[in-house]
T-cell receptor, first 111, second 118 residues
């Protein structure tokens, strides 16, 4: 079993839909949970990070962590074609540690 | 933040040859990281490049295959040696911010080098 599991998709949704992206993990030592966005032919860029359990909101994006279930989610409201990208979850035991990445989920938002 | 550039952006190489990938950062950083991203696979850390010392390699990666140089605090190179088609991948350079006052040290990535080995 991999430390971080993420469905590669692709996930195709119409513009305006609410998107839910998810990851599960097995290492209970993980405390920091990150979401990266990677456009085609670009490097990943950090979208959001969350420490421990709970929710964090940033504009149309909401990150949610449920440590009891070892499950994290990223919600995108009012999705736009410009949101089409690969979304990678990542997690680490501490802020200075090198994170473990999921495989990434390919999201396609069609007009 | 950190802005990272990589050269080349892509290359097509013959089996048995070597390719050196360059990574330049716009600020001085202590640690630089090299990742491999294969289709459908997670980002895999190859090694950590430390200025003034030998690179630290992850399990499954060896210096003879992936020699790394780190001549200063803004530059590093990764060489993919004696290439085979299995080495076809995207190779990414990365740096991590540091500072005890930050709760989380953000990681920045270069645009990647897309390597195809025939």
């Amino acid at each position: 079993q991999k430390e971080v599991e993420q469905d590669p998709g692709p996930l195709s949704v119409p513009e305006g839909a609410i998107v839910s992206l998810n990851c599960t993990y097995s290492n209970s030592a993980f405390q920091y949970f990150m979401w990266y966005r990677q456009y085609s032919r670009k490097g990943p860029e950090l979208l959001m990070y969350t420490y421990s359990s709970g929710n964090k909101e940033d504009g149309r994006f909401t990150a949610q962590v449920d440590k009891s279930s070892k499950y994290i989610s990223l919600f995108i409201r009012d999705s736009q074609p410009s949101d089409s990208a690969t979304y990678l979850c990542a997690m680490s035991p501490g802020g200075s540690y090198i994170p473990t990445f999921g495989r990434g989920t390919s999201l396609i938002v069609h007009p | 933040s950190a802005v990272i550039s990589q050269k080349p952006s892509r290359d097509i190489c013959q089996r048995g040859t070597s390719l050196t990938i360059q990574c330049q950062v716009d600020s001085q950083v202590t640690m630089m990281f090299w990742y491999r991203q294969q289709p459908g696979q997670s980002l895999t850390l190859i090694a950590t490049a430390n200025q003034g010392s030998e690179a630290t390699y992850e399990s499954g990666f060896v210096i003879d295959k992936f020699p790394i140089s780190r001549p200063n605090l803004t530059f590093s190179t990764l060489t993919v040696s004696n290439m085979s088609p299995e080495d076809s991948s995207i190779y990414l350079c990365s740096v991590k911010t540091s500072g005890i006052r930050r709760p989380y040290n953000e990681q920045f990535f270069g645009p990647g080098t897309r390597l195809t080995v025939l």
